[in-house]
């Protein structure tokens, strides 16, 4: 277990734009491994649930387990978008992000049980939405968005956005985030390919392409109120 956390941490620590590739060598090599261990874990603490509930210390142990858990999480989905991993990496992220979202839902409960915990997806109307937004945020989950649209939570590190700016704007309009939430949350593009900040009055008046037509999408999800 301290070997999994010790490559939690480390991974959960590095720069977005110039991610360690001896930690995400170490993840990807050992994703066999750190799969079982991550899934023991789980087992254990659905052993010794009871106990758990009436005992602070297990509940404090168990709640910080869940927090580097969402943070090693965070990590692997920024780390298999980054434009600087191998192929080879990437797609081994990609399947760990396959993993972490079964296990996610194996542990639904306990997450729920401790503070902080998101509120169910039927009841915020965003279930779904990592799905139709996939051409804009690649590889995250509805409990992504449930953070950055509810909570005005960002990730560890900033994801690429993969539409255009005005796309970006059109998003943020939507649901109420400002400038800084956005740009804490996500790098974009410009023509030039470099990254630049969004100013969501600026982008939204200004003429840009909008291949995916993410109004009609958003359309589909009212700001959960």
């Known amino acids: 277990m301290d070997e999994v956390m010790t490559a939690i ?8 734009r110039d991610p360690s590739d001896k930690d995400v060598r170490t993840i990807v090599q050992r994703r066999g491994e ?14 010794i649930w009871p106990d758990i509930q009436s005992n602070e210390a297990r509940r404090y142990e168990v709640s910080t387990f869940l927090s580097r858990y969402r943070s090693f999480r965070l ?12 192929v080879p990496l990437s797609e081994a992220l990609r399947k760990y992000v396959r993993y972490l ?12 049980a401790f503070s902080g915990s998101l509120p169910r997806l039927e009841k915020t109307g ?50 109420g985030l400002t ?20 100013k969501i009055s600026s982008n939204i008046a200004t003429k840009g392409d909008d ?12 700001y959960p109120g």
């Open 126 to 175: 965003l279930a779904g939405i990592s799905q139709s937004l996939c051409h804009f945020v690649k590889d995250v989950d509805d409990e992504f968005y449930e953070r950055l649209i509810i909570y005005h939570q960002s990730p560890a590190r900033p994801l690429r956005w993969h539409g255009s700016k005005v796309a970006a704007a059109l998003f943020a309009r939507h649901f």
């Open 75 to 86: 990590a692997v989905q920024t780390a298999a978008d980054s434009p600087g991993l191998t």
């Open 9 to 16: 941490n480390n991974l959960a620590g590095t720069d977005s």
């Open 179 to 198: 400038d800084s939430v956005m740009n804490r949350t996500f790098i974009f593009p410009s023509h030039a390919k470099v990254y630049t900040g969004l």
């Open 34 to 47: 750190f799969q079982n261990r991550l899934r023991e874990c789980f087992y254990n603490i659905i052993d």
């Open 211 to 222: 291949r995916y037509g993410i109004t009609a999408i958003l359309n589909n999800y009212p």
């Open 101 to 112: 979202n079964e296990l996610d839902t194996d542990m639904a409960f306990v997450l729920a």
